[in-house]
């Protein structure tokens, strides 16, 4: 069966592994080498496990331990052209690292990954969508301002998706960031807000999607609570537990797996 394991989803560091204890990937190392240890040893992952980094872009909360990450296993760093081009030059995957071009299909682990372009404020930006062996799809999808095209239809046929709802409007707008940060987030270009997560949960519950985890929450213009009323709010015409199951994934991992 399949699994996906949040252990890290914030603005301050991010980390998804899929796979089991025998072999999997990471999308994203977004912090330091010794919590992303401890976040798999709480879920009983060996390192050794880990066949492949992904890396969705370049920002900091993506990538901050990828280094060390690297230069301790030498997994492979898969990625988008540019957004390899800039973690090499800019000195953030050991050198003793195997780089690949996610330009099509990959397999690792068995399972066929793919990557499509999401609309944010960096050089290059994806999610990806994963084809499991037991012939299940998943997509972890975060740091977009808006839904594309191309995002729908990369999104449509998982039954599982880990979808970014960043944060509650009026607590952006009301809040001490700075005025060009505010705007920043909220252009089409920075993050997904939790009613236009929403929107998008409902159109893929009637395309057969049952399986969502919230994630990339802001811990200052967000809240659990508030980012999972709004979206069973706007489900009203569903039944939770029956139609569709949600849940929010961890700042850190406490440990457990989404099985789909």
Do not use: W
Request: aromatic residues 6%; hydrophobic residues 35%.
């Amino acid at each position: 069966m399949a699994r996906l394991y949040p252990l890290f989803s914030s603005s301050k560091g991010n980390s998804t592994f899929i796979g089991n204890e025998k072999g999997g990937i990471l999308i994203d190392a977004g912090v330091s080498f010794k919590r992303l240890s401890a976040a798999l040893d709480v879920n009983n992952i060996p390192l050794t496990a880990i066949q492949g980094v992904f890396i969705t872009h370049g920002h900091s909360d993506h990538i901050s331990g990828l280094k060390m990450l690297t230069a301790k296993t030498g997994c492979s760093v898969y990625g988008q052209k540019k957004t390899l081009r800039q973690l090499v030059d800019s000195d953030k995957i050991s050198p003793n690292a195997y780089i690949v071009e996610v330009s099509d299909k990959i397999t690792v682990c068995g399972m066929e990954i793919s990557c499509f372009n999401t609309p944010h404020d960096t050089i290059q930006s994806c999610g990806y969508k994963i084809h499991t062996p037991d012939d299940k799809y998943c997509a972890v999808c975060t740091d977009l301002g808006h839904i594309t095209e191309e995002v729908d239809n990369a999104l449509t046929g998982c039954k599982m998706i880990l979808l970014e709802s960043n944060y509650d409007e009026n607590m952006l707008r009301t809040g001490n960031y700075p005025f060009h940060l505010k705007e920043r987030i909220l252009s089409s270009n920075g993050h997904l807000s939790n009613p236009d997560c929403a929107v998008q949960i409902g159109k893929l519950i009637k395309r057969g999607t049952t399986h969502f985890l919230l994630g990339h929450l802001s811990q200052d213009n967000n809240r659990p609570q508030i980012a999972d009323k709004t979206t069973t709010d706007y489900l009203s015409e569903f039944t939770r537990g029956k139609d569709y199951l949600l849940g929010i994934a961890p700042v850190e991992t406490k440990g457990g797996a989404v099985i789909f």
